[in-house]
């Protein structure tokens, strides 16, 4: 490719750039979610502009954007199993916001592995920070680490991805995580946030879709799809549909 046409390229990725963060700008004017618990989680965040990514991060590991709540809320509100039993790992946390929305929940644990220092330190002031009367799980822990070399928790049991990073990096990640559900044999979920990693999980085994489409209320560029281990002829603890 010229230089010419990879520098087109590179300004076409920008505006389509643009256009999303004034999307994901408009959605959080209106959700209020910063302003209503004191933190610091909407404003996107490129992986370059704290020169910690090298070549191969700039390619695989994606740049930080929020999820927007509401698709957040639904999902981890239907998950399959019993929030109590469970910890719940956030993979490329960024400034955690999803591990903020999940302490809402009864989650045994919630664990958040973020690539970037930078992002790390803010997330970690964010859970100091935030100020939720509906919080019911304290025990928060923000891991400063790349995905792939995280080890899975044998009472892991939802594994939350909104396009983090590339299929080459995803498939690393679920082979650790299959391996430690083989090694204890336990419900468990995934919830795709985007469709970005889809094809990644879509017909792999040991995972089947659970329920319909979960839709986003904001947009529906954040549909989220949940897949669950086929344990013994059932789903998970409670097999059926998301409902
Ligand atoms: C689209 S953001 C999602 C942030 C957060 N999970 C949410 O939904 O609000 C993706 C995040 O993944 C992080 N990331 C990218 N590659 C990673 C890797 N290999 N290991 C850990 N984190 C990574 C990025 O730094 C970024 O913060």
Request: aromatic share 10%; hydrophobic share 40%.
């Amino acid at each position: 490719m010229t230089d010419k046409n990879k520098r087109r390229n590179f300004l076409d990725y920008l505006k389509v750039q643009e256009a999303f963060d004034a999307k994901v700008a408009e959605i959080d004017q209106i959700d209020k979610f910063d302003v209503s618990f004191g933190v610091e989680t909407s404003t996107p965040f490129e992986s370059w502009d704290a020169g910690e990514a090298d070549n191969f991060d700039l390619l695989n590991n994606y740049r930080y954007s929020p999820s927007p709540t509401g698709i957040l809320r639904a999902v981890i509100s239907q998950v399959p199993v019993n929030h109590e039993e469970v910890t719940f790992i956030d993979f490329g946390s960024g400034k955690g916001r999803v591990l903020l929305v999940a302490s809402e929940f009864p989650f045994k644990r919630i664990i958040g592995v973020e690539l970037s220092g930078h992002l790390c330190n803010i997330a970690t002031r964010n859970v100091m920070q935030y100020a939720s009367a509906s919080k019911r799980c304290n025990d928060i822990d923000i891991r400063h680490q790349s995905a792939e070399e995280f080890e899975i928790p044998d009472d892991a049991g939802v594994f939350y991805f909104y396009e983090p990073f590339s299929s080459t990096v995803a498939e690393q990640v679920l082979e650790n995580i299959e391996r430690s559900i083989r090694r204890v044999p336990r419900a468990a979920v995934i919830c795709l946030v985007g469709r970005a990693l889809v094809p990644v999980v879509e017909g792999r085994a040991p995972w089947v879709p659970f329920g319909p489409v979960v839709q986003s209320p904001e947009d529906h560029y954040f549909d989220a799809r949940l897949f669950t281990v086929h344990v013994d002829g059932a789903h998970t603890a409670e097999s059926g549909s998301a409902s």
